[in-house]
């Protein structure tokens, strides 16, 4: 994996590897998750993504605490297209396990407006996921 971009923002920091054998861009954080947080992620993210045509994502937030409400996750549906979510995109997701009731909400909303989300138990399970996504 070769290190393509770190970041830091509002007390969230990130790291974006790129792997080439099979084309996941793998995002890892750390820090505390708020909406301001995570939408300067996702930007980031996304721009990235766009500009070197990868549509595999794996979301590795399994070391980061979270402090959005049930809305903030609700909503981020309308959100995430605007700083630039496509729905090309197959995006696997490990969170912290005391956010799991979360995680699972976020993949049924994401899910039922047509994109292709995961929600994943460990970063092997993403990736094998992702991988039968090509």
Known sequence: MTVVKKEESVGLSWEMDFDSETNILTCTSSGVLTSEALNSFSKSLFKYANQN???LILLDHSKTKSK??????????KVVPKLGL???YSIAFVMHSELKH???LFETIFVNRGYD?????SIKEAKEWLLKQQ
């Open 117 to 121: 989300y995961k929600s994943c138990d």
């Open 53 to 55: 045509k990868i549509n």
């Open 68 to 77: 959005m409400s049930f809305m903030d996750m609700y909503n981020r549906y």
């Open 102 to 104: 979360l995680t699972n």
């Open 86 to 88: 496509k729905n090309s």
